[in-house]
């Protein structure tokens, strides 16, 4: 009789006991697969001082070589994969909020657009989600890893270069990390999945049309 209590309740507190061992190991596999990815990613950017080293005198040579190139107002969307550009006025001059749409589609967003060093910065999980895109957040190591249609953006907080389909290509500013977020030229992140943004100041708003 006494085994049989012993199994009966063996029975009745299992399927907690095993839900519990389940989640464990779901933690586990979690926290393994982050480290992992941890690691890659930053076995990635071992070089990243060397080569932020690099573009600065890449910068002074080109700031020297074009002490007097043409400013073009209508550029500050177009990401030219290099890291000096002269890209005239930006539209406009202060951080201010903005709604973030789409275009020939209802789904916006409201951001603040942030103009510095020559750029305007926005968050980046946010306009790659609004644009459909996979976005995973690493917060121990600022990264951000987009996948979009075959296409894979991989930034660092506190860097000019992103990874472009494994390709580390420059980008204009460096980016930052703000409330949670990493902050990147819009240029870049617009161009990157395959749309450039568009100013409409009647409207308060960037448009995000397909490239062509």
Do not use: C
Request: proline letters at 4%; a negative charge; charged letters at 30%.
């Amino acid at each position: 009789m006494r085994i049989i209590k012993i199994l009966l309740i063996i029975s009745l507190i299992w399927p907690f006991v095993d839900a519990k061992i389940a989640n464990a190991d779901d933690e586990e596999d979690y926290k393994k697969y982050e480290g992992d990815v941890h690691k890659k990613h930053n076995d990635d950017y071992d070089d990243d001082e060397e080569d932020d080293d690099y573009y600065k005198e890449e910068d002074e040579y080109e700031y020297y070589d074009q002490r007097y190139p043409e400013t073009n107002s209508n550029t500050w969307n177009i990401w030219t994969r290099s890291t000096y550009v002269n890209k005239g006025e930006l539209p406009l001059k202060e951080a201010k909020e903005i709604q973030l749409k789409l275009e020939n589609n209802n789904n916006t967003v409201s951001l603040y657009l942030i103009p510095l060093d020559g750029e305007i910065y926005v968050p980046g999980k946010i306009v790659a989600e609004l644009l459909g895109a996979k976005v995973v957040n690493y917060d121990n190591s600022k990264i951000l890893e987009i996948n979009k249609a075959g296409t894979e953006l991989i930034f660092r907080a506190g860097t000019n270069v992103v990874y472009y389909n494994e390709i580390k290509t420059p980008i204009p500013a460096v980016t930052f990390y703000l409330n949670d977020n990493i902050y990147v030229p819009i240029s870049v992140i617009s161009n990157g999945l395959g749309y450039v943004a568009e100013w409409q100041e009647m409207n308060n708003a960037v448009v995000l049309k397909l490239l062509k």
